[in-house]
């Protein structure tokens, strides 16, 4: 799993949602439900324009290199660098994964309900979000050492 | 007034959701179909701010509230009688059908002791003692605000009274409606709800549906700001304030529809943060309101 693969996947899942719209689009004939489909269009052209510039970034900082077979691996240590401050960026691990949180709504000024990121949440995850589909929605960047 | 380019039912008819329950209820009552109710509220451990709150209500107002809705039997900052005369009025209602409005948590260190609301025959009633004898022979009990829904500011760390949510004290359904304070609108509407109709639809945290069901964020019409990762980065500016820390992508409210004074206004759209006071958790959780040095750009 690469940061590449992730991008592609992201990518062409959104160019798929696009062409729905567009095929809805041509569908429908009320007004709200046209509206809401525009509203929708608007919303995944934001996500590739928003895709196109973390990509590009990426390549250009060259953190790492863009085709790598292998997950980043995070120690403790690592991942407590990743507090959302100063120019970080905000990782978050669960059930050792690492996401990024630093454009995630729910995460404003980088805290969530008095949490804050550069830490494992995997218990506090268990007792608040049990059995919500949260987790498959947020972008991974790596993975714990074991 | 500007005119408004967007008809969405969803803004406009939650606007109007209120009046209209509100003016059917009075109507019923007139009509004789239904009768108007006997009204205790218990203002315990807080600040008063959700009867002045109350007192702030507009179309209906609280004077319509409180001569065409229901009987208020019992309110420490409205009503005439004081001391033992009030106290009797507060204990004889529980012979009889009422509905319990309470504001602010219940001080429970020291049974009680941090919060007494009046004398009895001499004794002095805390507000633990008053919410455990008038709780749980109510037919309906409505937790007005965040201290009474959650503890709120009351129970902020680290909560010198032992101060609590009605909810801790009653095991019984308690209509919860947090904010700090709460929106009249809310309460009124809940109110006319259950004159008419009795207990409306709950979320999984017993909050009515009609009021807390759509994040802030999810209606928020600086959300194009936030899609396009436009965001402000001080108090004053015009954008998103997602960066600074809003809580309304966590805040499931209708304030961005029906604002605050009289709908004149709310936070955002005066350009200031979320500080996700009608969610639970609040204040201690919601914390920090506003941070400066988020992460931007990664
Ligand atoms: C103290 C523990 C936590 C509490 C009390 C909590 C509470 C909440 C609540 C109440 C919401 C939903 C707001 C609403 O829609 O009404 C929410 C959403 C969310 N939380 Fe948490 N949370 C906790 C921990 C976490 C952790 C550890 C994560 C990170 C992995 C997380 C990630 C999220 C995300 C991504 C959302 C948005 C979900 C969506 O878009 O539907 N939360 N949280
Ligand atoms: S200001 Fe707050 S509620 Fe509005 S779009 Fe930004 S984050 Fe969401």
Redesign the pocket.
């Known amino acids: 799993m690469s940061e590449q693969h992730f991008y592609d996947k992201d990518f062409n899942k959104t160019i798929n949602d696009i062409n729905d719209t567009i095929d809805n689009l041509y569908l429908t004939e009320d007004c709200y439900e046209k509206n809401k489909l525009l509203n929708n269009l608007r919303k995944q052209i934001a996500n590739i324009t928003m895709m196109m510039q973390n990509n590009q970034n990426y390549s250009k900082n060259n953190i790492e290199p863009v085709t790598q077979n292998d997950p980043r691996v995070f120690t403790p240590e690592e991942l407590s660098t990743y507090t959302g401050k100063n120019g970080n960026p905000a990782y978050?691990a669960?059930n050792g994964v690492v996401?990024d949180?630093t454009n995630?709504?729910?995460?404003g000024g980088a805290t969530?309900?008095?949490?804050t990121p550069g830490k494992d949440?995997s218990g506090?995850?268990a007792?608040?979000?049990d059995g919500?589909p949260?987790?498959s929605?947020?972008p991974v960047v790596g993975v714990m050492a074991p | 007034m500007k005119k408004q380019i967007n008809s969405c039912p969803n803004q406009t008819e939650k606007l109007k959701l209120v009046s209209m329950l509100a003016n059917k209820a009075i109507m019923a009552i007139k009509n004789g179909t239904i009768k108007k109710r006997n009204l205790v509220w218990l203002e315990l451990t807080g600040c008063s701010g959700n009867i002045i709150s109350l007192l702030d209500a507009a179309n209906p107002g609280f004077k319509n509230l409180a001569t065409q809705m229901v009987n208020i039997i019992f309110d420490n900052s409205l009503m005439v009688a004081e001391g033992q005369a009030a106290m009797e009025k507060l204990f004889a209602i529980t012979a009889d059908d009422y509905i319990l409005v309470v504001e602010g948590a219940i001080a429970s260190k020291d049974n009680g002791l941090y919060n007494i609301i009046g004398q009895f025959n001499g004794q002095p009633i805390t507000a633990y003692r008053a919410i455990n004898e008038l709780g749980p022979k109510a037919s309906y009990v409505i937790a007005m605000g965040a201290c009474a829904s959650d503890g709120g500011i009351s129970a902020g760390r680290p909560n010198p009274s032992g101060s609590l949510s009605v909810q801790s004290i009653l095991n019984r359904k308690v209509i919860k409606l947090p904010g700090c304070p709460c929106h009249p609108d809310w309460l009124t509407g809940t109110l006319s709800y259950i004159l008419l109709y009795g207990q409306p639809e709950l979320d999984n945290k017993d909050r009515p549906t009609m009021f807390y069901s759509t994040?802030i964020h999810d209606v928020c019409p600086r959300r194009p700001y936030f899609d396009q990762g436009i965001f402000a980065e001080k108090l004053g500016d015009k954008s998103c304030m997602f960066k600074i820390g809003c809580r309304g992508?966590?805040?499931?409210v209708d304030c961005p529809v029906r604002k605050w004074n009289q709908h004149v206004n709310w936070p955002i759209g005066d350009d200031s943060p979320c500080i996700g006071c009608a969610?639970?958790?609040f204040p201690d959780?919601m914390e920090p309101f506003i941070s400066y040095n988020t992460t931007r750009e990664v």
């Not at chain 1, 995630?104 to 995460?107: G, H, K, S, T």
């Not at chain 1, 969530?112 to 949490?115: T, V």
Request: glycine letters at 6%.
């Open positions: 978050v669960v996401y949180m995630v709504a729910a995460w969530h309900f008095g949490l949440l506090v995850f007792s608040c979000h919500q949260i987790l929605t947020l | 994040l992508p966590v805040t499931p969610q639970f958790g959780r």
